[in-house]
């Protein structure tokens, strides 16, 4: 992935590579972890941080993490995203800090605002003390030199349902009652003290156990690894590693859109509004945040990594299947058990290299040709590509869309505001796209390269696809055997 943490994230995949390649030979046992964490910080100085004794730790926990184990610090959590208190510790900083902007004037107006008695004169200028500060902010809107500032942690800055809080200590902590398992806070922290669990592991030992392991790639794939590495490509590369087959999620894009647009068409003409049901951290948003909403106005159909899921398990019993995308909330929708039958474990792209590795194996160009999706489905991965294929497959039926509105909402802000104009009625749009990553999945949390890189790349690769149509398409695939209800009943008469 290409962020600003690439010294975090490149520490985090040495752990997993290492992790992966014991568990190829069977050999992650106690003692043979505990090797591992003196491989990996051997000593005696450190490296990152101030003791060779503390980097183990974070390793211990890494490893815990790679095994899709709970951190010690957080043993009774269903959480994805996890802490680790070890990494965290150096980061806690005062809300509100006095800069050197401030005049020490005479009015001293920041001092006469606060109520707690956190304000006293320093040397040189005004001093904050943050044992007493409530945060409130009255002095930085106090003061007339714009002196005070307000320094937000990157955790809780990055986080877009104000599930991150702080204990007495410092040390991050989540609130899973409200976080929606977007991940966005884990490439934010500059320490690295966030990550969540993985499930290579898991994924290595069913393959090792002869199982039909699946892979299911989301359609944000295309274009992650550059222009020359197609769906093909990375088919080729899984099944050199040990899966049995690859199966491009984007066709699961084309099936959601035409379950989707019935719901949409039904609703339209008893003057409902919808949202859609694609994106698991706006979903998550839903039940969490504004349940109302997610009982009365979320779509039933079930996302497209689920509906190819479940398509495979008809078709090919007893498989296992695995996710591959941008999408840390993936996850935590993969461990929904009100959804039967979806995927059975998930991985982000940073972590499928991280398995290729594992195996000494890289993605490399190929000529052969493999597309299962329209371009429709295709393009699920960007924003407004869900409401575009949804209004396809209307149009495909004959019907009239010319007067439907659609709301294109990308992002936290852009969502949390979408869904509050609905909960109150206030909604002029018909219909609500909602996804959490600004961009759409194309911009999730573990994206390979940056989005620019991606969409050119993209552009590139769907440019060679066909043309076919969505509906069309479905015909060829066993439509009637599955569900694509969340509840998992099957329609009387499909609908395609």
Known sequence: MVTNDKGIVSFKHKIMEEVCRLAWEDKLGE???????????????????????????????????????????????????????AACDECPISAYSVT??????????????????????????????????????????????????HLQRPCKKACPVGAITYDEYGYCKIDEEKCVQCGHCIHSCPFGAIGSKTY?????????????????????TEGQFGDNISMASIKKGLMKIGFADMVEVGLGGDMTAAYESAEWAEAYKEGKKMTTSCCPAFINMLRKHYPTVFEENMSSTVSPMCAISRYLKVTRPGCVTVFVGPCIAKKAEAQDKSVPDNADFVVTYGELRVLMRSKDTEFEP???????????????????????????????RGEDTSNI????????????????????????????????????????????????????????????????????NLKKYPMDKFSMHRDGHLDDKPIV
């Open 31 to 85: 003692e043979d972890r505990e090797q591992l964490v003196y491989k990996i910080i051997p000593g005696p100085k450190p490296t990152y941080r101030c003791c060779v004794f503390k980097e183990r730790e974070i390793v211990r926990q890494r490893i815990r993490l790679a095994m899709a184990k709970n951190t010690t610090d957080n043993p009774d959590s269903n959480n994805i995203v996890q802490v680790i208190d």
């Open 100 to 149: 050197d902007n401030c005049r020490f004037c005479i009015g001293k107006a920041c001092l006469n605002s606060c109520r707690f008695d956190a304000i006293s004169p320093g040397d040189v200028r005004m001093h904050i003390d943050p044992a007493k500060c409530k945060e409130c902010g009255m002095c930085a809107n106090a003061c007339p030199y714009g002196a005070i500032v």
């Open 200 to 220: 290579l592991v898991d994924i290595i030992k069913a393959i090792k156990s002869g199982k039909e392991v699946i892979a299911m790639c989301a359609p944000a």
């Open 366 to 396: 190929v000529d052969d040709e493999y597309q299962e999706a329209s371009v429709w489905g295709k393009r699920f991965a960007s924003s407004g590509g869900v409401a575009n294929a949804v209004i396809e497959c209307m149009q495909e």
């Open 405 to 472: 509105k659609l709301l294109r909402a990308a992002g936290g802000d852009e969502c949390k505001k979408a869904v509050m104009l609905l909960k109150a009625g206030r909604l002029p749009e018909d219909f609500v796209e909602g996804m959490v990553c600004p961009g759409g999945c194309v911009g999730g949390p573990s994206r390979h390269k940056t989005e620019m890189e991606i969409t050119r790349a993209r552009n590139n690769l769907l440019a060679k696809a066909d043309d076919r149509k969505v509906l069309e």
